[in-house]
């Protein structure tokens, strides 16, 4: 399934994302701020936000292993703020 493979893509961006800024972080101390949604957001709350992301995306790769049809949709939602 494509969809599968293009949310499996995702979520391991993320994975490498988070990965990357925790060891930056254990290096050299926070950033002032991260980038979170389009807007700037502290370590905790960035850190929640990508966990959370992350887990959404587990629940769509664990729900497509379910099944074969290659007619389902994911879309995973989020909110910007300017």
């Known amino acids: ?5 293009d949310i499996t893509a ?3 961006s993320l994975t490498t994302e ?5 060891a930056y972080r254990a290096s ?4 002032p701020t991260y980038s979170a ?3 700037n957001v502290s370590w905790n709350e ?3 936000t990508m966990t959370k992301s992350i887990k959404e995306l587990n ?3 664990a729900e497509g292993d379910q ?3 290659a007619e389902n949709i994911y879309e995973h939602h989020s909110r910007g703020y300017t």
């Open 28 to 31: 050299n101390g926070p950033k």
């Open 67 to 69: 099944g074969d049809d």
């Open 37 to 39: 949604n389009g807007r």
């Open 1 to 5: 399934m494509a969809y599968l493979t």
């Open 10 to 12: 995702a979520r391991d």
């Open 18 to 22: 988070l990965k990357t800024e925790a």
């Open 59 to 61: 629940d769509l790769i």
């Open 46 to 48: 960035w850190l929640s």
